[in-house]
């Protein structure tokens, strides 16, 4: 790249539109549609809003907006601009957004209406300037204003070290932490996905995530927009809808429960997915169940592959047969460019099969935490690798497999119990949909682990055999002390399961 390059990753995503223009960019799923120059016409506009508010650099644009493609504008329009991005969670109420506001110090802050009687006040007394709202029927102050303005712009010009967005990690010990990623983290996971998956002319993408994550702003939104796919756009995940859409795309892509309720449809047969060339999961572990049931009704193998907000896309299963099968249960290799270790506590590199600390390093990775140096210190080794927090293995065919995150680890009598191995068991039995184990605290042992069960529909489940089945199968120090049968699981939007919220309502369980 040469010096007077523009490393702005809308450069590149631009570059990558259609020559025709007035191709259908987005069909919504209330019918409206949108060309590649609507996209550049109205990021234009918005980003000559942003302009004209003389921002400073590295100014933050804080959203909390539904899912709508004037919210996907917006994205394109700050980074068209050269501000940094900062999607909020719909689902965050006010003292969440009262942190991440004060933390961020958001030059702009753009949320629904529904909510601007109470953000508002949050914005200003933070010293926010602006204030904006945008809703997903095409109204809000945001888009009156950008409406006078032109609809030509030039990209701001930005090296691939410039920070383009902030993510603010779930947070589930101690405080939210800003992830800070840069032009260049961005585009060049972009770049190695559009390769890595075999993104082709013609793809067409259904996106039925939330843009306020990884998952659907990152990968989804980048890997239609950098191969210049048209998308099918769902505000709403509706499996029945989507099933229907199924034979007029390519691509999907999903978060585990999604796959879950797509297979509950009858209208998901082999004839429906029959144009289609990849399906993807991630964002949370997928059942091995699913993963077969998937491949048995559909003829399609699901793609799993692992990133979190610090790192977009670290690890995929193929995508082509040459390159290995896909397998259930493991989130494949290291993308190219990215370098994935395993080691253990002393720092020693793990053999196969052996379980220790996740570690990365390449282009795609970070450039820390948001106003926390010591923090960021911390999290990186000191030969430049990040420290995942994740635990897990390489395989003896080379397969990354995650194992569990290192808080998630039961120190029980001195010995280590990895919870994702105790579910696996527990998965496996008749009549289980899921489960979750989780440690608490115990007065003789430290911290045992206990068992949260979902029965399958219909099904009944007794606590008592589940924890007996484990005795006959497992090391005595791995059975978890106590077993619960509940209708279902804590989860978080992106359908991960919430372990802190078990283990806070358990925390009590074994005290004098």
Partial sequence: ????????????????????????????????????????RASAMIANLLDALKLEKGARIAVQVEKSVEAMLLYLATLRAGYVFLPLNTAYQSAEIEYFIGNAEPAVVVCTSRNASWVAPIAVAAGTKHVFTLDDDRTGTLLEVAAQCSDRHTPAKRKADDMAAILYTSGTTGRSKGAMLTHGNLLSNAQVLKDYWGWTEGDVLIHALPIFHVHGLFVALHGALLNGSKMLWFAKFDPKRVVQKLPEATVFMGVPTLYVRLLAEPGLTREAVRNMRLFVAGSAPLLIETFDEWRERTGHTILERYGMSETVMLTSNPYKPEQGERRGGTVGFALPGVQLRVRDDSGRECTTDEIGNIEVSGPNVFAGYWRMPEKTKEEFTSDGFFKTGDVGKIDGLGYAVIVGRSKDLIISGGYNVYPAEIEGYINEMAGVAESAVVGVPHPDFGEVGVAIVIPKAGAALDAD????????????????????????????????????????????????
């Fill in 465 to 512: 055999a589940i924890v007996a089945e484990l005795k006959a199968r497992l090391a005595n120090f791995k059975i978890p002390k106590r077993c619960f049968v509940v209708p279902e699981l804590p989860r978080n939007t992106m359908g991960k399961v919430q372990k802190a919220l078990l283990r806070a309502e358990h925390k009590e369980l074994f005290s004098a």
């Fill in 1 to 40: 790249m040469t010096k007077t390059a523009n490393a702005n990753l809308f450069a590149a995503l631009r570059a990558a539109f259609p020559s025709d223009l007035d191709g259908i960019a987005v069909e919504t799923d209330n019918g409206l549609f949108y060309s590649w120059r609507d996209i550049e």
